[in-house]
C-alpha cells in the first residue's frame, strides 16, 4: 500500500468519525453535525453562555432577554445595570453574527422577524461537549432529596425514642448508595 493510499483510506476514516455520531443501534445520523461544526460553534463563550441560558429558561428566550443576560454577565454586573451602549454591544453582536451561526449548525432555532431563540434540534449534540447534563427532567435528585428526608425523620424518630444509634445513617447511606450505584449502571447503558 502506498504512502498516499494509506493518508487517504485515514483521511476516510477520520471524515466518518466526524462527520457523523452513531444510536444506540449503531446507525450513523448523517443530519448531526460534525465534530468541526460543533467545536466551531463552542469555541466562542457568548456561543456557550447562549446555550446555557436557553436551558436555564426551558429552552426558549427573546433576544433582548438574552442579550442582557450576557451582557450581565461578560460585564460583571447585573442585568438591570447595564448601559444601553453595553446592552446593544451584545444585541448586535448575537443577532449579526452568533445566533445564526448558531442557528446554521442546529444549536438553535432563530427567528429574527420576531426575535426569538429556541433550542435547536441538535442542541443536546452541543450540549455533550459542555460537560453538564441537560436532561432537566431526571428524577434522580428527587428520589435523592426524598431518600434524604425521609432518613432524617427517621432517624431523629429513632434519637428521640431509643437515644443516639448508627444503624439509622449507615442503613441510609446503603440505600443512597445501591440507589446512585443503579441510577449509574443505568445511565452508562
Not at 31 to 58: G, S
Not at 141 to 157: C, I
Amino acid at each position: 500500500m502506498s504512502v498516499s493510499t494509506q493518508e487517504s483510506d485515514d483521511q476516510r476514516s477520520s471524515d466518518a468519525e466526524s462527520s457523523s455520531t452513531d444510536d444506540p443501534d449503531g446507525q450513523p445520523h448523517p443530519d448531526d453535525p460534525t465534530l468541526d461544526v460543533v467545536f466551531d460553534v463552542l469555541r466562542n463563550q457568548r456561543r456557550r453562555l447562549v446555550l446555557y441560558a436557553l436551558e436555564a429558561r426551558d429552552g426558549s428566550t427573546t433576544l433582548s432577554d438574552l442579550a442582557e443576560h450576557i451582557g450581565g454577565i461578560e460585564n460583571d454586573k447585573s442585568p438591570q445595570a447595564l448601559s444601553a451602549q453595553e446592552r446593544k454591544r451584545v444585541y448586535v453582536g448575537l443577532y449579526q453574527c452568533h445566533l445564526p451561526k448558531m442557528d446554521d449548525a442546529g444549536a438553535i432555532e432563530f427567528d429574527k422577524n420576531r426575535g426569538t431563540v429556541e433550542r435547536g434540534e441538535m442542541a443536546d449534540r452541543y450540549h455533550e461537549f459542555l460537560g453538564r447534563e441537560v436532561t432537566a427532567k431526571s428524577p434522580w435528585p428527587k428520589y435523592y432529596g426524598g431518600v434524604a428526608a425521609l432518613s432524617s425523620v427517621v432517624y431523629v424518630a429513632v434519637v428521640a425514642v431509643v437515644g443516639p444509634t448508627p444503624a439509622v445513617p449507615i442503613a441510609s447511606l446503603l440505600l443512597v448508595g445501591s440507589l446512585a450505584a443503579y441510577h449509574w449502571h443505568d445511565s452508562s447503558e
